[in-house]
């Protein structure tokens, strides 16, 4: 019976010596659980009086970065030291929400500059995070005209004052694109005079679709002021499609025809590797006769 006794207090006596230690142990594999997160956010002021607000949410997994999808995120602007909800969005399968807001619900700071934030509340799994954008609301308009049978783009840029005026946005690189199916393609950059306008002389040899139609995309990028400001439009200056492969048909690396210095090439190539098999063959031949010519008479 003593003994029985003796041995709980000792079991006991190791419980409560070690119980402390465990506790730290437990909590320090919870929180290495929780993974750390990281929200990217981008900005672009559009032709509509509106902005797209843009956030990436990632995790890191050892050594390779996921986007984080379903996840909620919280856009946000920033007046007189106070948050603004303007509205929220869900991550797709890359982790990128998406918002728009009309440049009119927005309220800028006597230095004409608005504060955007995206915030990412955290979970029991992941950490919360968030981040913020600085920049002034600007617009790019385009306008077409016809000069001395010369086609003309003209861009205009303006910006909102501090009365939610529009002013002119001066000396400003504007980049013009057209897009193509994987990538845009850049036709020209203007600059912007002291009244925010600017010509370009639009090429006529542009390929639009079967009407002619071109989308024109005029970007002012990574401005420290202005953030990403775009204008679109869309004018059938183009080459109609079907028009420009029926009559100027080209070889090209993408066509079904091949370019002609690649065939050539391809020829001399082959040839080449040809030759030296019938050569390789023929001193096989001459060495098999050589030798029977060596061997002496039974």
């Given amino acids: 019976?003593?003994?029985?006794?003796?041995?709980?207090?000792?079991?006991?006596?190791?419980?409560?010596?070690?119980?402390?230690?465990?506790?730290?142990?437990?909590?320090?594999?919870?929180?290495?659980?929780?993974?750390?997160?990281?929200?990217?956010?981008?900005?672009?002021?559009?032709?509509?009086?509106?902005?797209?607000?843009?956030?990436?949410?990632?995790?890191?997994?050892?050594?390779?970065?996921?986007?984080?999808?379903?996840?909620?995120?919280?856009?946000?602007?920033?007046?007189?030291?106070?948050?603004?909800p303007l509205g929220s969005a869900v991550t797709d399968q890359d982790g990128t929400a998406i918002l728009s807001v009309v440049i009119n619900k927005l309220h800028p700071g006597k230095d004409g500059m608005i504060s955007y934030t995206a915030k990412f509340a955290g979970t029991l799994k992941y950490t919360k995070t968030s981040a913020t954008f600085i920049a002034e609301p600007a617009k790019l308009?385009?306008?077409?005209?016809?000069?001395?049978?010369?086609?003309?783009?003209?861009?205009?840029?303006?910006?909102?004052?501090?009365?939610?005026?529009?002013?002119?946005?001066?000396?400003?690189?504007?980049?013009?694109?057209?897009?193509?199916?994987?990538?845009?393609?850049?036709?020209?950059?203007?600059?912007?005079?002291?009244?925010?306008?600017?010509?370009?002389?639009?090429?006529?040899d542009i390929v639009g679709d079967t009407l002619g139609n071109l989308n024109i995309i005029a970007k002012i990028e990574e401005n420290e002021k202005y953030g990403f400001v775009q204008g679109t439009a869309i004018i059938n200056w183009g080459v109609p499609k079907q028009y420009y492969k029926a009559e100027v048909p080209s070889r090209e690396l993408w066509t079904p025809i091949a370019p002609l210095w690649m065939i050539i090439t391809l020829i001399i190539m082959l040839a080449g590797v040809w030759a030296h098999y019938v050569y390789a063959v023929w001193e096989l031949i001459m060495i098999k006769q050589a030798s029977k010519k060596d061997q002496p008479p039974l």
Avoid: H
């Fill in 1 to 84: 019976m003593k003994r029985n006794l003796y041995r709980i207090i000792f079991l006991s006596a190791i419980m409560m010596l070690f119980a402390p230690s465990l506790v730290p142990a437990q909590e320090k594999t919870d929180s290495s659980a929780v993974q750390e997160s990281r929200l990217t956010f981008s900005y672009l002021c559009t032709s509509n009086d509106s902005v797209c607000l843009t956030a990436n949410l990632f995790v890191k997994k050892e050594s390779d970065t996921y986007g984080l999808k379903n996840a909620t995120i919280e856009f946000l602007s920033t007046q007189d030291n106070k948050f603004i």
């Fill in 141 to 204: 308009r385009l306008a077409f005209n016809v000069q001395d049978s010369i086609r003309y783009l003209n861009v205009i840029g303006t910006r909102k004052d501090p009365k939610g005026q529009d002013v002119a946005l001066p000396k400003e690189t504007v980049i013009l694109y057209i897009p193509r199916l994987f990538s845009l393609l850049k036709i020209g950059e203007v600059a912007l005079d002291e009244q925010g306008k600017a010509s370009f002389e639009f090429p006529g």
